[in-house]
Every structure is written in C-alpha cells, then in structure tokens.
C-alpha cells in the first residue's frame, strides 16, 4: 500500500539519503521517494503500519507530522 509521510527536520540531501535508507531498510518497503523540499517521503509500504513507519524516521532523529 502506498503511503505519504510528512516529515519535519530534512535540511540538506545528507538528511533525506538517511531517511531514504531508514524507511527502505523495514522489510516489504520498496519505492521509497523522498523529497527533501516538499519534505515529504512517498513508498508502497507492504505490510507495515503506519507506527513502524514513524518510528523508523523517529529513530533516525527526525519528526513525523503526518501519514496518510
Ligand atoms: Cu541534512
């Protein structure tokens, strides 16, 4: 299924390669897009919930606003 996240903190192409590879890392995601001026992360998200999706960019040190 695929999944929008908002995401606050990306400041530089360093910041959204991390959450790139955070989110492509959970088991099942493929896809991932993110966009560091739209500050936004768009990827078919298999089987994860929304809760393993914010925690994975969470521990990562940056905030979700939104996921829809
Ligand atoms: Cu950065």
């Known amino acids: 299924m695929y999944k929008t996240i908002s995401i606050e903190g990306m400041h530089?192409?360093?910041?959204?390669?991390?959450v790139t590879?955070?989110?492509?890392a959970l088991p099942g995601v493929s896809?991932?897009?993110v966009?560091?001026?739209?500050?936004?992360?768009?990827l078919d998200a298999g089987s994860n919930?929304?809760?393993a999706l914010r925690?994975?960019?969470e521990?990562?040190?940056f905030d979700v606003?939104?996921?829809?």
């Open 12 to 18: 530089c192409q360093h910041c959204s390669a991390a």
């Open 21 to 24: 590879k955070a989110l492509a």
């Open 31 to 33: 896809g991932v897009s």
């Open 35 to 42: 966009s560091l001026e739209q500050g936004q992360a768009v």
């Open 49 to 51: 919930s929304d809760a």
């Open 55 to 57: 925690e994975a960019i």
């Open 59 to 61: 521990d990562i040190g």
């Open 65 to 68: 606003t939104a996921i829809k």
